[in-house]
């Protein structure tokens, strides 16, 4: 195996399956594993700081995973170093 723990073999038959998907088949899995990455960071979140955290602020710490300090802090009035991720 390469660099990946991902056997040629199957490396292969998901290449070919990529191959045979649509242009709109491919978009449709990019959006859904974004999705699941947010599902997962939003978890992770609930688990930090409490189910219960307010929306808002789970969409900031969301967004600062994303976006630097200087543009939440200018845009959003949020400081990810003080408040946390």
Not at 19 to 37: F, Q, Y
Not at 57 to 63: G, K, T, Y
Request: charge should be negative; aromatic fraction near 8%; avoid cysteine.
């Amino acid at each position: 195996m390469g660099p990946n723990d991902t056997a040629p073999a199957a490396e292969a038959v998901l290449v070919e399956g990529y191959r045979r998907m649509s242009a709109g088949e491919k978009l449709r899995r990019v959006v859904d594993l974004n999705e699941a990455i947010l599902d997962l960071a939003a978890a992770r979140i609930r688990g930090q700081y409490g189910p219960d955290v307010p929306e808002r602020e789970l969409r900031l710490r969301l967004a600062s995973l994303w976006l630097d300090r200087d543009t939440m802090r200018r845009v959003f009035d949020w400081d990810p170093e003080e408040k946390g991720y």
